[in-house]
C-alpha cells in the first residue's frame, strides 16, 4: 500500500506562485508515475499535471501549460507541483495521486490518493 501527503495548500492573490508537495509511504514510488488532479467546489475531479516513474515525461491539462510544473525527487520520495501565474480559476483543492503503470490523465486509473489541499487564489 501507498500512502500520499500533501502540504503547501494556501491563499494567495492572483499572479502569485505556489509549491505543492506530495509526500509518499513505500519502497515502490520510483516504479509509480504521479499525478495532480484538482476539484472545485461543485465541480467534477479534473486533471491538471502527470509525470512518469522516471521524471522524463510529463503532460498538463491545457489551461496550465506555461504555467504549472510538475517534478519529483525519487530519492526522496516526493513529487511536487510549482504554480505560476496563479489565476482564480486555479481554486480548488488538490490532489495527489499514484498508479503503477505509465502516465496518465483519467483519474480512473489511479490507485492511491492524497487527503487533498486546498488552493485559493483570489482576484
Known amino acids: 500500500q501507498v500512502q500520499l501527503v500533501e502540504s503547501g495548500g494556501a491563499v494567495v492573490q492572483a499572479g502569485d506562485s505556489l509549491r505543492l508537495s506530495c509526500a509518499a509511504t513505500?519502497?515502490?514510488?520510483?516504479?509509480?508515475?504521479m499525478g495532480w488532479f484538482r476539484q472545485a467546489p461543485g465541480k467534477r475531479r479534473e486533471f491538471v499535471a502527470a509525470v512518469d516513474a522516471g521524471g522524463g515525461r510529463t503532460r498538463y491539462t491545457d489551461s496550465v501549460k506555461g504555467r504549472f510544473t510538475i517534478s519529483r525527487d525519487n530519492a526522496k520520495n516526493t513529487v511536487n507541483l510549482q504554480m505560476t501565474s496563479l489565476k482564480p480559476e486555479d481554486t480548488a483543492a488538490y490532489y495527489c495521486?499514484?498508479?503503477?503503470?505509465?502516465?496518465?490523465?483519467?483519474?480512473?486509473?489511479?490507485?492511491?490518493w492524497g487527503q487533498g489541499t486546498q488552493v485559493t487564489v483570489s482576484p
Open positions: 495521486a499514484a498508479r503503477f503503470y505509465g502516465l496518465s490523465s483519467s483519474g480512473t486509473d489511479y490507485d492511491y
Open positions: 513505500g519502497r515502490t514510488f520510483s516504479s509509480l508515475a
